[in-house]
């Protein structure tokens, strides 16, 4: 039985150590990055239908500051010139807490541990071999440069007033959505070398449901390859295609 997490949101099973609480595929030998209650990663193969190594978080504990919320890597959506995926150098996992875990992809040793967010990760991802976009519950969208001091960069984007629950990435543009509200922002040079703080000008995302204009709370999205459109899916259970 799940039991739900008043003060957070969070089911409080999530806290097991045995409970997946955030997935990621590697496209480069079909295997998937799921993190853990506790704070571990364990890596499993899809083809095989077994688990494989695991990586356990320095303090096994069963607390909010262990749950790992999201994980990305560097390099599992890239190709090479011969048109097939290559091993990532680095994996990046947000946590319940705020902070962020960046682990050499061979051998899982941490290279950096910070403050990212005042609240719960709620997605990572990768934008070419150094930097790394991560969003919150606090609000924010921020932009990490892998190659400087993490602690020390401000790279933040705010506007939305309500938790961001997920974003996209499209080229240098950032689609995030919060509740019902759809934002872009940029993630040009200038953008980010600049520092400090960006605003972001949300809009409300209305679909068509009998004639009407429907506001559903939107969960996450998704841009389809090789079009100008996107997916978003809803907590009433839909899936909607934008543009």
């Not at 309500?162 to 509200?181: C, E, V």
């Not at 934002?183 to 004639?211: F, N, T």
């Amino acid at each position: 039985m799940l039991t739900s997490n008043s003060s957070s949101g969070i089911y409080s099973n999530a806290f097991s150590g045995s409970m997946y609480t955030s997935m990621h595929y590697l496209d480069f030998d079909d295997k998937l990055v799921a993190g853990m209650g506790n704070g571990s990663i364990r890596f499993i193969d899809v083809a095989q239908d077994r688990k494989l190594h695991l990586w356990k978080s320095d303090a096994v504990e069963n607390s909010l500051s262990s749950l790992v919320s999201a994980i990305c890597s560097c390099g599992s959506d890239k190709l090479k010139t011969e048109r097939t995926a290559h091993s990532p150098s680095w994996l990046a996992a947000g946590l319940s807490s705020g902070h962020c875990r960046l682990l050499d992809a061979r051998s899982g040793e941490i290279v950096a541990l910070w403050r990212a967010h005042d609240g719960y990760i709620t997605k990572l991802a990768a934008s070419g071999d150094h930097l790394l976009v991560s969003s919150s519950l606090d609000k924010t969208l921020r932009i990490w440069d892998l190659r400087r001091n993490l602690s020390s960069q401000s790279n933040i984007f705010t506007g939305h007033s309500d938790g961001i629950s997920s974003f996209a990435i499209w080229g240098h543009d950032i689609i995030s959505i919060s509740r019902n509200k759809i934002g872009l922002s940029s993630l040009s040079r200038s953008a980010y070398e600049q520092g400090g703080q960006k605003h972001i000008l949300p809009q409300k995302l209305y679909s068509a449901d009998k004639g009407m204009r429907n506001l559903s709370v939107l969960s996450t999205i998704s841009i389809l390859p090789f079009s100008r459109l996107f997916v978003v899916g809803t907590e009433d259970g839909y899936l909607k295609i934008c543009c």
